[in-house]
């Protein structure tokens, strides 16, 4: 016996079939190609460029972005690819890409938290020794300081009846949460952050991992911030509460500084000179602090390692080249996309499909579930159908290994684990460079490739030790078989590929719900990106209210999905109704008057422009 997943909205159900004799008899790949693909993949190869990338801290524009950006493209190359150079594009702070404000690149060279007490000083956080424990965006500083509790330290009330002119805070929320009030309202020196990661099933179970920590790019009151653990904050409330003064030391070396972001790119040039200007990429975001190992060195080894074996497989004959050219792109997260898009619009002419990796190789440490997650429903597309019958394959074959000892194409890592893939065929979620490219400036479909969730994301825990190599390789296979199988589809580019969104059933249009609205050519991208929000700093200067759908909770989605997909249905041709309809059907009943609200909103920050 062996397992097939069939889906039913949304989630995944496991049921017995018998197993076939074929290896992939089902596929939209010839038998042999999928053979060549399954032998040739390699996690332990996969694995060999994670570690090179997990020794940088790799923020935007950091050094170590840039070491990170030299060693993948000095891999890339040794692999044989194509037309590999690192992109670089000016990031001041003052330029936009499209919706994307350009962030100043940012790097640390010192950090160092004492306690000061009988005349000496007793480390807390180094930098030096655990490059997360300092805020991103932190500036230079040296400030010796009481510190004062004010719990979340996110509204005014935390703050009454409490001193902290000169003094440092120690804070539970996000340090930019916190910044302009702390710092810029009450006039306190610096800040201490116990932000706990997001919640799931294991949230405070270990209370000695530290999370990243970021402040706000373009706050008018500079400071820096320390990440603590939960454990070292329990240590420091408790004894404030006894009422101990506590005097810490505060040592900084960091700050933004004009550099550019950084793309890493390289081809797999295509075989049909017709076909040219068409392009399948394998996408990923090489960015996120030190280790970042499954967030997300994962999703950059891995899809090196598709490059690898297709061009190997390719230049000993084993497989023919693809018709067209397959590019992979290693950027920044969410900024690096929607600024490549904006300014090299060859780039988003040309793309036609994307497979793109965010944490793809959390080993069973980490709890991660492995999703194929498919497109908006403002993007309808068949190419997840593609990745998702190979993973169903991978899911076949993991499983008959597992369970019998025995499968034609397990694909383990010899030091890799043996557990059956188990992928989910998941909805369209957000949260990685995916939404950029489908977003409807750019209505490129995309695969997402992806694990959720991952008890250590974001924080010290993300280590190299807990990444498993058979399941990078299993991962590359279902990349490399979708890209292939993708760049020789006749349907790609047309409009076979993107059919028209079949119409949601809902109320009929009156009234106000008879309002059209289509998108305005520019701006290009997400309204909410990295570091920065076109739609509230924009509807800040106009003095709006906030739309009322941003903070609108439904049975499948939060405000930031309904908005994201009512203005990808903007498209002058559905009213305001149907659009309630269509993201009623995506997300779960929303009112209509909150869609109206949004979309005038919208029209006022030059966004739409109503139509009827």
Known sequence: MRLSVLSCLGFAFLVPFASSASPASALPLPDKDVAALAREVNGEIAMQ??????????????????????????RARSFGLADVEIL???????????????????????????????????????YAAVTMVLAEDSESADVTAPLIDVGAGSSEADYAGKDV????????????????????RFGAAGILSYQQNQPNGWSGDNLEQIRWGHLDTFSAHPTFAFMLSMKQANALKARLAAGETIRLHASVKAGQHNGPYEVVTATIPGADPRLKDEEIAFT?????????????????????????????????GALARPARTIRFIWGPEVEGTVTLLNARPDFARRIKAVVHMDMVGGGPQTQAVFHVTRGPASLPSFIHDVAWDFAQWVNAQSYDFAATGKAQFPMLAPSGGKAPLRAEDSPFSLGSDHEVYQDS?????????????????????????NIDPTKLGRV???????????ANDPRIGTTAATPAPMRAPGPASSGDGKRIFR???EPRGPLGVFGYDWFDDHAKQLHLTRPKLLDFEGLHGGGGDYAYEVLNFADGKRDAQ????????????????????????????GVVGQVR
């Open 165 to 184: 002119k000169g003094k440092l805070v120690l804070v539970s929320a996000s340090p930019g949460e916190v910044q302009d009030l702390a710092i810029g």
């Open 49 to 74: 460029t994670l570690e090179g990338i997990v020794q940088q801290h790799r923020e935007r524009g950091s050094r170590g972005f840039h070491t990170s950006a030299e060693w993948v493209a000095s």
């Open 441 to 465: 400036s750019f209505a490129i479909p995309a695969v997402y490739l992806n694990d959720w969730p991952d008890r250590y994301i974001h924080t010290t825990l993300d280590t190299a030790a």
């Open 284 to 316: 990923c975001h090489l960015d996120h602090p030190k280790p970042g190992a499954n967030d997300n060195a994962s999703g950059c080894s891995t899809i090196l390692e598709v490059g690898r074996t297709l061009q190997k497989l390719i230049a000993e």
């Open 578 to 605: 149907q659009i309630t309809n269509e993201v009623s059907a995506e997300f779960g009943p929303v009112p209509l008057a909150l869609v109206i609200e949004y979309l005038k909103a919208l029209e006022r920050v």
């Open 476 to 486: 590359a296979f279902i990349g490399a078989a979708t890209g292939v199988a993708l």
């Open 88 to 126: 670089q594009f000016p990031a001041d702070g003052t330029k936009f890409y499209g919706t994307q404000r350009s962030r100043p690149a940012w790097d640390a060279d010192k950090g160092e938290l004492t306690e000061v007490r009988d005349g000496s000083e007793a480390t807390i956080a180094s």
């Open 519 to 521: 998108r305005n050519p």
